[in-house]
């Protein structure tokens, strides 16, 4: 899997993974699928702090991701 483009993963020519957004000291990560399909959260503490929690759902709605489809584990 290489990076083409900073925060761009590919697999045999195809887009796989885009890091949507990142907080600025990096401890809330959001990644999904070009196609919109599928992405996740990834966070350095077990709790995710109401801001970001914002954050992480404004950057999946202007991306095009369902909200209403949003699971927490």
């Known amino acids: 899997m290489l990076a083409e483009k900073p925060g761009r993963f ?3 020519g195809m887009p796989v993974w885009w890091v949507l ?3 600025a000291d990096y401890r809330t990560l959001v ?4 196609s919109g ?9 077990a709790a995710l ?9 404004d950057v999946l ?3 095009g991701y369902h909200l209403d489809q949003l699971t927490e584990f």
Do not use: C, H, Q, S
């Open 10 to 12: 590919d697999l045999e």
């Open 37 to 45: 399909r599928m992405g996740f959260v990834l966070n350095r503490d």
């Open 21 to 23: 957004w990142a907080d």
């Open 61 to 63: 709605n202007f991306n």
């Open 49 to 57: 702090p109401a801001d970001r929690v914002k954050a992480v759902r």
């Open 31 to 34: 990644i999904g699928t070009p």
